[in-house]
C-alpha cells in the first residue's frame, strides 16, 4: 500500500492492547504476552524512526495498571528495564530520543534509575522522539498542570491574562511536543483509558482488532493509510 508522504501523520500514539489475550489464546501465561508485546513495539519504532515520523508516543504503564497482581506488575517493571538495557545501542544508533510521559518516581528503583539512564543517554539524538507513557494518567496529567499552574500565578511567573491553551498545553508532561494526528488502540477496545485527553482532543482515531504482539509494519501502514484518507477539519468547514 503506498503511502502519501505529504500527508504523513507526525505524531502518532498508540495503545499497545491485548497482550494478555494474545498469550491467553496460545495457552500461555499473561507474561508472554507482554514480553512478545516488547518485540512488537522495538519493532515499530524502527518502522516509525524509517517512515520519518517525528514523534510516537506509546502508552506502557498507566496509573491505573497498578491494580494489576503484584507479580504482573512486578514483571512489566523487569521488561522496561531488560528493554532499555538491550535496546539502547540500537535507539543511540537510530538517533532515537527516549522522554517519559509521567511520574517516574513511584516506579521501583532499578526501573527508574535505568529509564533515567536512557533518557539521558538519547537527550542528544535528533531522529524520532520516542515518547513512553509510564504510570501516566491523563487526568493526573492535567490536575497537576493545574496545580503547577496556580503555583506560578501565586509566585507571579505567569499572569492569568495571558494563561492560553498553549500555556497550559506546555504545563503538561508533553510540553511543547505538537499533539497526536494519529491515536491506534489495538485489541479490539474502542475508548481511550485515560491516555492523552487534552493532547488527543483533534487526534484521528485508529482502532483495530490485531492484538497488540501481533501488530506490525503493515498493520501501522494500514493505520496511517486510514488517517490520510480521514478528513481532518478541526471544528471548521471544508
Ligand atoms: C495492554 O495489554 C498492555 C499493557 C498494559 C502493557 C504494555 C506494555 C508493553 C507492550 C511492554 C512494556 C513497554 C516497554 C516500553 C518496554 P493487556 O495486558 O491489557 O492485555 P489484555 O487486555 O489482553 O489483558
Known amino acids: 500500500m503506498n503511502l502519501d508522504n505529504n500527508i504523513m501523520p507526525n505524531h502518532i500514539a498508540i495503545i499497545m492492547d491485548g497482550n494478555g489475550r494474545w498469550a491467553i489464546k496460545k495457552g500461555l501465561p499473561r507474561s508472554f504476552g507482554h514480553k512478545a508485546g516488547v518485540d512488537a513495539l522495538k519493532d515499530i519504532v524502527k518502522v516509525c524512526s524509517d517512515l520519518g515520523v517525528k514523534i510516537l508516543t ?3 504503564f498507566s496509573t491505573e495498571n497498578w491494580k494489576r497482581p503484584k507479580d504482573e506488575v512486578g514483571y512489566l517493571m523487569k521488561l522496561l528495564v531488560e528493554y532499555m538495557r ?6 543511540n544508533a537510530n538517533k532515537v530520543k527516549i522522554k517519559i510521559l509521567g511520574d517516574v518516581e513511584l516506579l521501583p528503583s532499578a526501573t527508574k534509575e535505568e529509564i533515567l539512564n536512557a533518557v539521558d543517554s538519547t537527550k542528544n539524538n535528533d531522529g524520532l522522539q520516542f515518547n513512553i507513557a509510564l504510570n501516566y494518567g491523563g487526568r493526573l496529567e ?3 498542570a ?3 499552574i496556580i503555583d506560578d500565578l501565586k509566585t507571579n511567573k505567569i499572569q492569568i491574562d495571558l494563561l492560553d491553551e498553549d500555556m497550559f498545553g506546555e504545563y503538561l508532561y508533553t510540553g511543547k511536543d505538537p499533539e497526536p494526528d494519529l491515536i491506534i488502540r489495538t485489541s479490539g477496545e474502542r475508548r481511550l483509558s485515560n491516555f492523552l485527553l487534552w493532547q488527543g482532543a483533534y487526534s484521528e482515531l485508529v482502532f483495530t482488532d490485531t492484538l497488540w504482539p501481533d501488530f506490525k509494519r503493515g498493520n501501522l501502514i494500514d493505520a496511517i493509510n486510514e488517517y490520510q484518507n480521514r478528513n481532518r477539519r478541526f471544528g471548521n468547514v471544508k
Do not use: G, Q, S, T
Open 142 to 144: 492535567i490536575l497537576n
Open 86 to 91: 538491550r535496546e539502547i545501542e540500537d535507539l
Open 58 to 60: 506509546v502508552y506502557a
Open 146 to 148: 493545574c496545580k503547577n
